[in-house]
């Protein structure tokens, strides 16, 4: 007991602890588990949608004594809640965390003392189908089932067990009538079962539970924070577009879904559907959705004004079409909820420049409404899976707007769970779809991410867990090295740009990097981050074999693809600039002229816009500006035209697309809200614009470097990072030609800050500084 009630107080504090290390090793064990895994192996109806309704599963149990402390550990998949005398346990959504169930199977532990009484209590769960009875299309691990061990202990000393096991009782002729992620919820409220939840319910008409089998996965405590509602929007219009049929506008594009309330006879049914943009007619447009059917429909039981919020399913929209509504709907009759992963927030950007300032709104909603336990590549059609290659580097970034050192390293361990034996990286983590396309610039995240979390949050472990796996990937990957060029590579530089507004990914050969450029490039950067890892944990032979390896790539690359004459690597698209110069691989006397052929496609051939796609621009931005030419970056991340983030903006985006002509593509594949497009922006936002930057040497922001780039007009720049170490401050004015900078540093940490055009280094202790030119 004495366990249990510690381990409750650890998952809460390690919340707020950013730069511990995420202790999943210490927890994922089946020890102290006794509890059975019950469920009902078969469904009432068959769908080829794969709805299910609910199960409610409950159970009674008397207490005679006075209770000292309670705690509960509860797996209820694919996604549940929990009731104690009809109290509901926690403010968790889609609760709990998604895994590859034959892995690893998420339970969430609370302390529930407050909730039990001497006497008779009452368990109740509420099962829906989550990712585990999965969405058409999507692996599928079986019925939802639950395993819950109640551990009590009483004033006396003596203490006992509750477990899920066959003495239990399930029905599934609850209100929620069909439920699955994609497609939406159905609730009968003339089906509530009023008191199910509480001692003493008449349970006659309930079956006894199966006993199921587990779903093989070990047991693991969550340790990432919860899905919670973590916020309330009010729709900004409504219109009646036809009789009855009712269009509410959010003004915004959220991820989660409507509360209803409604009054009205009876039997009657109210249906929501939701999309992100409207069709010319001021109807939903549905197209990019896909298969996705995204309907809740909720049908009155005829008492008062009833309020109602689905549970099992979630909606990425803008907009909401209400059908068979009794009466004259108004705009009080929905809300919007915004449901995401409960992620404190890790800092704030601001400057003068409106456009940018709009464009970092949209990255936040953007990012926020997808995280579902891992970041989903998007929230609304079809899809919401773990996509690895949308986050390598682009990761980094959102780690200062949100605390996801937790989140991102559960993703690490998503990716562990996935890899096959021989080494081979699932694309997608969870492997909800087994996509093992052996890609370089994709897998690359299992090296690259746990870098990251080292830099921003000082977590070791996740390298020291992933470094097996890491090696294993770059063994095998090692397979496909020809000539000492990484031939391995599937998706090319993904959404490029396309020079035809229907067009999905580009056909023209100039805009496209060669497969192997980008493969190469990218094993050499992960090569290099090996290196890194084995000196941090004395693997001497590591190192020689990584280095060795490095440099017959960067060897391999500048043989083939290297153009002495031209300065270009390959056909010179931008991206096979940008990687080469960001990973430090162009030979020294060549650097400046690839940097210039970078110019010169940028400046004449794309105007000043942006011509790479997922893999070049998570470095575009800061090679720019490293190699001197902030001003460009400056252009590129404010344009207003095609191809921008913009451009997205003024054609009313409220958050990143999927593809740069996102208004005008074929919807199959053209999501409204991916954050893989974003880039590199954050970080040069962060770093590049505001100048807060971790320095490699003294991670975690132990020591931060400082250097910010007063650019394009810009007149202030307000940021802030809420660091392991504490809040960190960079705010700077230009007035008349004169650099007023005033910067925080937090206890713990020192900063060299330099000033803009200067290279002398002013060395700063925790405190407040203001400093400016003369
Ligand atoms: C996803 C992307 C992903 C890509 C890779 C798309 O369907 O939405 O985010 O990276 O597939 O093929």
């Not at 496909?480 to 050969?509: Q, R």
């Not at 074929?666 to 930057?693: F, Q, T």
Request: proline share 5%; aromatic share 10%; with cysteine.
């Amino acid at each position: 007991m004495r366990r249990l009630l510690a381990m409750v107080g650890l998952v809460v504090s390690m919340a707020a602890c950013a730069e511990e290390s995420l202790p999943l090793k210490a927890h994922s064990d089946s020890s102290g588990w006794t509890a059975k895994w019950i469920g009902k192996d078969e469904a009432e109806v068959k769908s080829k949608d794969r709805r299910l309704a609910a199960r409610y599963v409950r159970k009674d149990f008397l207490l005679t004594k006075k209770v000292r402390g309670a705690v509960v550990m509860f797996a209820g998949l694919g996604s549940s809640e929990l009731y104690f005398n009809a109290h509901k346990v926690g403010d968790a959504v889609l609760s709990p965390a998604l895994s590859d169930y034959t892995k690893r199977v998420y339970y969430v532990t609370y302390d529930v003392t407050s909730l039990l009484k001497r006497g008779t209590n009452a368990i109740g769960a509420v099962l829906g189908n989550g990712r585990f009875f999965a969405p058409r299309g999507t692996v599928s691990y079986g019925f939802p089932k639950l395993r819950l061990q109640l551990h009590i202990e009483f004033t006396d000393g003596t203490s006992t067990e509750i477990v899920s096991d066959e003495t239990w009782k399930l029905t599934t002729d609850g209100p929620i009538r069909t439920n699955n992620e994609y497609d939406g919820e159905e609730y009968d409220a003339r089906m509530e079962l009023d008191g199910w939840d509480k001692p003493g319910f008449n349970e006659a008409k309930w079956e006894p539970v199966q006993l199921v089998g587990a779903p093989g996965g070990i047991m693991s405590a969550q340790t990432i924070a919860p899905i919670r509602v973590t916020g309330a929007i009010k729709p900004i219009t409504m219109k009646e577009v036809s009789p009855g049929v009712f269009i509410y506008d959010m003004g915004q594009n959220i991820v989660g879904w409507c509360r209803l309330s409604v009054k009205g006879p009876a039997g009657t049914a109210v249906s929501m559907r939701f999309a992100e943009t409207l069709k010319p007619d001021g109807t939903l447009f549905l197209a990019n959705l896909r298969g996705a059917k995204v309907t809740d429909r909720y049908t009155l039981k005829g008492k008062g004004v009833e309020v109602y919020e689905p549970r099992f399913t979630y909606h990425g929209f803008r907009y909401v079409e209400l059908t068979g509504f009794p009466g004259k709907a108004t705009l009080a009759t929905l809300e919007g909820r915004v449901v995401n992963d409960d992620l404190e927030s890790a800092g704030s950007f601001m400057c003068s420049n409106p456009m940018l300032n709009r464009i970092y709104s949209n990255i936040v909603w953007g990012v926020r409404g997808n995280y579902r336990s891992i970041p989903t590549d998007c929230p609304q059609r079809d899809e919401r899976q773990g996509w690895l290659g949308d986050r390598s580097e682009c990761s980094r970034g959102e780690a200062y707007i949100f605390q996801t050192g937790m989140l991102y390293a559960k993703w690490v361990q998503d990716m562990i769970d996935a890899q096959r034996d021989n080494g081979s990286a699932s694309d997608v983590c969870p492997a909800y779809w087994r996509v093992y396309n052996d890609d370089v610039t994709w897998g690359a995240s299992l090296v690259i991410i746990p870098g990251a979390l080292l830099d921003m949050f000082g977590d070791r472990t996740t390298i020291e867990r992933a470094y097996p796996s890491m090696v294993k990937w770059i063994d095998y990957m090692s397979g496909f090295i020809t000539n000492n060029v990484m031939t391995a590579d599937k998706y090319g530089d993904w959404c490029v740009p396309p020079e035809n507004p229907k067009l999905i990914h580009s056909k023209d050969p100039a805009r496209k990097t060669a497969g192997p450029i980008l493969a190469t490039t990218y094993f050499y950067h992960c090569l290099e981050l090996m290196t890194r890892y084995a000196k941090m944990f004395g693997k001497p032979d590591d190192v020689l074999r990584f280095t060795a390896l490095a440099k017959k790539l960067k060897d391999g690359l500048n043989t083939k693809y290297l153009n002495r004459d031209t300065g270009q690597y390959d056909n010179g698209s931008q991206t096979s600039c940008v990687l080469p110069l960001a990973f430090g691989m162009v030979p020294n006397d060549m650097r400046q002229r690839v940097f210039d052929h970078l110019v010169d496609k940028i400046t004449n051939e794309t105007h000043g816009h942006i011509g790479t796609g997922v893999v070049g621009g998570q470095w575009l931005n800061r090679v720019l500006s490293d190699n001197g030419r902030p001003d460009i970056s400056y252009t590129i991340a404010t344009n207003t035209t095609y191809p921008s983030w913009g451009y997205m903006v003024e054609k009313g985006a409220t958050t990143v697309w999927e593809l740069w002509n996102g208004d005008t593509a074929d919807p199959s594949m053209n999501s409204g809200n991916h954050v893989m497009l974003v880039g590199d922006l954050v970080i040069w936002l962060y770093e590049r614009l505001a100048g807060i930057k971790p320095d490699p040497d003294h991670p975690s922001f132990q020591h931060i470097i400082m250097r910010p780039t007063p650019v394009g007009g810009l007149t202030f720049v307000k940021a802030s990072h809420r660091s392991p170490y504490g809040l960190i401050v960079s705010e700077w004015r230009c007035d008349h030609g004169k650099f007023r900078w005033h910067i925080v540093i937090p206890p713990g940490s020192t900063a060299t800050a330099y000033l803009p055009n200067d290279d002398k280094p002013i060395e700063l202790r925790a405190g407040t500084h203001d400093l400016f030119t003369k």
